[in-house]
């Protein structure tokens, strides 16, 4: 072990790698670090329930992703909560409770609107503290930032683990290689430098999965899988989808497959069966507060408020719903294959909104495909990844506008385990990759939305009701 892997085995090497990513998304948050970011909407969330509110005191300061509820006093003296839709007569409102009905322009007294913010959350919880001394100046950005430093530290403690348990053969070197690769090689690092509700759930998710991740290895941890999963589910609602880990762990770590066939006449193993009662029983525990949440505001358990959102693609939701196979096929593209427009004169090079392929942000994440060795996590990882990417690419938004794939965050930290435990050697290639990926990922973080000469709108997928 070389000097440099001796400093990093330690507990004080730590630091120095939180200091290296924190200086790092600091110095390219460049001026956004003055003021909180022009969509703090956990800010506002965190402050209405200060005051003893689920909704905002006054109209927000942009119209950009707030969900808005109508509210209509009749001349009759009933109040409607709800929306008419512009898809289908435009008479006819859809009142958080009930059944649609026809309400004509002249039976209206008067009408109003409530806005909520419709995000899962936990990153609100996270953030009272600090709205309770500064209120609405607290600087997401700067929250953001500190936070999203702490992520490289707990992913390379993680990777530790797995080789401790002789998952992984990586030295500490390639420890951090594949740190970097998350901090700095990936959409993780623009996300970083943001602030903005989207972004700032994008980091907290990551130390959601980190955390899922570590508790579910050999499904060690129940609770704290499940708690995990649960506040993940409360950040970015994917992440609710990412169980299955856990489960594949129990099976393997309490007799594993073969054992599964004997079942149907043995039962089911206790030590199973407690593992995944006690994982469901925290899990549901942040389940159940976060339904009561949506029930509180929108009537119905089971609605965030998503579909209420004042957006210029409103009538996509309408007509297709929030998740749908219509979306497919763009939002594969948008993972995929897009790629940046080369120009011959300044500025060169520009990013449509809806982002670059994850194999131009990340493209050691293709070694994922051809593993030296057939890890015993490898199943369990695949259909994680699958379970949380799906959401996402059924959604109605393919995460414009972005710099790269930025729902990729859901499951980058199960590609980076793969990567870990597949065991295949970082070759001069693997390394020179993660130096372009650091490269690309450094371009966006210094200029997307900031620097805007360096991107253009890719009208080529329409946002319409396509």
Same mark, same amino acid.
């Given at each position: 072990?070389?000097?440099?892997?001796?400093?990093?085995?330690?507990?004080?090497?730590?630091?120095?790698?939180?200091?290296?990513?924190?200086?790092?998304?600091?110095?390219?948050?460049?001026?956004?670090?003055?003021?909180?970011?022009?969509?703090?909407?956990?800010?506002?969330?965190?402050?209405?329930?200060?005051?003893?509110?689920?909704?905002?005191?006054?109209?927000?300061?942009?119209?950009?992703?707030?969900?808005?509820?109508?509210?209509?006093?009749?001349?009759?003296?009933?109040?409607?909560?709800?929306?008419?839709?512009?898809?289908?007569?435009?008479?006819?409102?859809?009142?958080?409770?009930?059944?649609?009905?026809?309400?004509?322009?002249?039976?209206?007294?008067?009408?109003? @609107?409530?806005?909520?913010?419709?995000?899962?959350?936990?990153?609100?919880?996270?953030? /009272?503290?600090?709205?309770?001394?500064?209120?609405?100046?607290?600087?997401?950005?700067? $929250?953001?930032?500190? @936070?999203?430093?702490?992520?490289?530290?707990?992913?390379?403690?993680?990777?530790?683990?797995?080789?401790?348990?002789?998952?992984?053969?990586?030295?500490?070197?390639?420890?951090?290689?594949?740190?970097? &690769?998350?901090?700095?090689?990936?959409?993780?690092?623009?996300?970083?430098?943001?602030?903005?509700?989207?972004?700032?759930?994008?980091?907290?998710?990551?130390?959601?999965?980190?955390?899922?991740?570590?508790?579910?290895?050999?499904?060690?941890?129940?609770?704290?899988?499940?708690?995990?999963?649960?506040?993940?589910?409360?950040?970015?609602?994917?992440?609710? $989808?990412?169980?299955?880990?856990?489960?594949?762990?129990?099976?393997?770590?309490?007799?594993?497959?073969?054992?599964?066939? =004997?079942?149907?006449?043995?039962?089911?193993?206790?030590? /199973?069966?407690?593992?995944?009662? =006690?994982?469901?029983?925290?899990?549901?525990?942040?389940?159940?507060?976060?339904?009561?949440?949506?029930?509180?505001?929108?009537?119905?358990?089971?609605?965030?408020?998503?579909?209420?959102?004042?957006?210029?693609?409103?009538?996509?939701?309408?007509?297709?719903?929030?998740?749908?196979?219509? $979306?497919?096929?763009?939002?594969?593209?948008?993972?995929?294959? &897009?790629?940046?427009?080369?120009?011959?004169?300044?500025?060169?090079?520009?990013?449509?909104?809806?982002?670059?392929?994850?194999?131009?942000?990340?493209?050691?994440?293709?070694?994922?495909?051809?593993?030296?060795?057939?890890?015993?996590?490898?199943?369990?990882?695949?259909?994680?990844?699958?379970?949380?990417?799906?959401?996402?690419?059924?959604?109605?938004?393919?995460?414009?506008?972005?710099?790269?794939? =930025?729902?990729?965050?859901?499951?980058?930290?199960?590609?980076?385990?793969?990567?870990?435990?597949?065991?295949?050697?970082?070759?001069? &290639?693997?390394?020179?990759?993660?130096?372009?990926?650091?490269?690309?990922? &450094?371009?966006?973080?210094?200029?997307?939305?900031?620097?805007?000469?360096?991107?253009?709108?890719?009208? $080529?997928?329409?946002?319409?009701?396509?």
């Amino acid at each position: 072990m070389n000097w440099f892997e001796r400093l990093f085995s330690r507990r004080w090497g730590l630091p120095i790698i939180y200091v290296v990513f924190l200086g790092a998304y600091l110095g390219t948050s460049d001026g956004r670090l003055r003021q909180h970011s022009a969509y703090n909407h956990f800010s506002y969330l965190a402050d209405g329930w200060l005051h003893g509110r689920l909704d905002l005191a006054a109209s927000p300061p942009n119209e950009n992703d707030w969900a808005r509820v109508e509210v209509l006093q009749l001349k009759d003296g009933r109040t409607l909560k709800g929306q008419f839709r512009s898809t289908g007569p435009t008479d006819r409102f859809y009142p958080l409770h009930g059944h649609s009905l026809t309400v004509d322009k002249d039976d209206i007294a008067s009408r109003s @609107w409530i806005r909520y913010v419709s995000f899962p959350p936990f990153p609100a919880v996270l953030m /009272l503290p600090f709205v309770a001394i500064w209120h609405l100046a607290f600087n997401d950005v700067l $929250f953001t930032v500190i @936070w999203a430093a702490l992520n490289p530290v707990l992913l390379f403690l993680l990777l530790g683990g797995l080789r401790r348990r002789g998952y992984s053969k990586r030295s500490v070197d390639d420890d951090l290689w594949l740190t970097v &690769l998350l901090g700095a090689g990936s959409v993780y690092f623009y996300s970083s430098v943001l602030g903005q509700v989207w972004y700032t759930a994008h980091v907290i998710g990551v130390t959601c999965v980190i955390g899922y991740a570590w508790a579910a290895l050999e499904a060690s941890r129940p609770a704290l899988a499940g708690l995990f999963v649960g506040l993940g589910f409360a950040t970015r609602t994917p992440l609710g $989808f990412m169980f299955p880990l856990f489960f594949f762990e129990a099976v393997r770590v309490c007799g594993g497959t073969d054992r599964l066939r =004997r079942w149907r006449k043995e039962g089911l193993p206790a030590g /199973l069966l407690g593992k995944c009662l =006690r994982f469901s029983a925290a899990a549901g525990a942040v389940l159940a507060v976060l339904l009561t949440h949506n029930y509180l505001r929108f009537g119905k358990f089971y609605v965030f408020g998503h579909e209420y959102l004042n957006i210029a693609w409103q009538d996509r939701i309408q007509k297709w719903g929030l998740f749908n196979l219509h $979306f497919l096929s763009r939002n594969l593209a948008c993972a995929l294959v &897009l790629l940046p427009r080369f120009l011959a004169k300044y500025p060169y090079v520009k990013v449509g909104a809806h982002g670059l392929s994850l194999l131009v942000t990340s493209p050691n994440l293709a070694y994922t495909v051809a593993p030296a060795e057939r890890s015993p996590l490898a199943r369990g990882l695949w259909i994680t990844i699958l379970f949380t990417a799906l959401p996402s690419l059924l959604y109605q938004n393919s995460g414009y506008i972005q710099f790269g794939y =930025r729902f990729s965050l859901d499951y980058m930290i199960f590609f980076i385990i793969l990567l870990a435990v597949g065991n295949r050697r970082f070759t001069l &290639l693997w390394k020179a990759l993660l130096v372009w990926a650091v490269a690309v990922n &450094l371009f966006g973080a210094l200029t997307f939305d900031h620097l805007t000469q360096f991107s253009y709108d890719d009208s $080529f997928f329409p946002h319409g009701n396509n």
